[in-house]
């Protein structure tokens, strides 16, 4: 069964700073989709950005980046320039791709990183 | 506006009492399924569906029942509710088709569920 662990409880950054979320996950599937998710006190989930396994470049979306390493099954999200608003539990998700494989359809969570941002 | 709507946002029940949370998407999507998120557990899938009449248990099924009979409604039934099935629920949605484009989960906006 795939499993994704997020290490760091909680994390925080000054506003304007850089950090980095961490996220391991664990396969035997070739092929797969990874998911960083904001969710904000209003329990909303939010995509933030995906990543295609066979994809070698990191996705971006605006100031949200990845750093896929796939040999070591690691998918750590970086903000950059944090504002106030990125304030969130963030979770890392696992997707399969292979259809009739165990985890096609699922998403598969990991426990989640409690993001404050001080001003 | 294209949406997932789950009701209720909030409930609060008695041990063995049943309940039913509905979910509704009107976005045409085969696939919907039914997540739990508890502390330090992140989100764990009860039941999904990949299409009207076929469902199947995801990883904490027990307890719980659903039903698919159209396409846009997939209710989430707990036939004799306990006080380890308080938690936060929530419903999602993705088309069939697949490619990174598609790749996307649309969540409803949850429902707090105490038993007490």
């Known amino acids: 069964a795939q499993t994704v662990t997020q290490s760091q409880p909680e994390m925080s950054v000054q506003e304007a700073e850089t950090v980095t979320l961490s996220c391991t996950y664990d396969?035997?599937?070739?092929?797969?989709?990874l998911f960083w998710y904001k969710q904000p006190p209003s329990r909303q989930m939010i995509l933030v950005i995906r990543?295609?396994?066979?994809?070698?470049q990191n996705a971006t979306e605006n100031r949200f980046s990845v750093n896929f390493q796939k040999a070591a099954k690691s998918f750590s999200l970086k903000i950059s320039d944090s504002q106030l608003g990125d304030a969130a539990m963030y979770f890392c998700?696992?997707?399969?791709?292979?259809?009739?494989?165990?985890?096609?359809?699922?998403?598969?969570f990991g426990q989640g990183t409690i993001l404050t941002v001080h001003p | 506006e294209a949406q997932v709507t789950q009701n209720p946002r909030y409930l609060i029940t008695v041990t063995g009492k049943k309940l039913t949370v509905t979910c509704s998407q009107n976005?045409?999507?085969?696939?919907m399924s039914w997540y739990r998120q508890d502390p330090g557990l992140g989100l764990r899938q009860i039941y999904y569906?990949?299409?009207?009449?076929?469902?199947d248990k995801g990883d904490v099924p027990e307890g719980y029942k659903v039903s698919r009979k159209e396409k846009r409604n997939f209710p989430l039934i707990l036939e004799s509710p306990s006080p380890n099935q308080t938690s936060l629920y929530f419903c999602?949605?993705?088309?069939?088709?697949?490619?990174?484009?598609?790749?996307?989960?649309?969540f409803g906006s949850g429902t707090q569920l105490s038993v007490l």
């Open positions: 396969t035997s599937e070739s092929d797969y989709y």
């Open positions: 569906s990949m299409n009207v009449e076929v469902t």
């Open positions: 990543q295609e396994a066979y994809k070698q």
């Open positions: 999602a949605s993705r088309p069939k088709l697949r490619g990174l484009t598609n790749e996307k989960l649309f």
């Open positions: 998700a696992y997707k399969g791709n292979n259809a009739g494989g165990t985890s096609y359809g699922k998403l598969t």
């Open positions: 976005m045409n999507h085969e696939y």
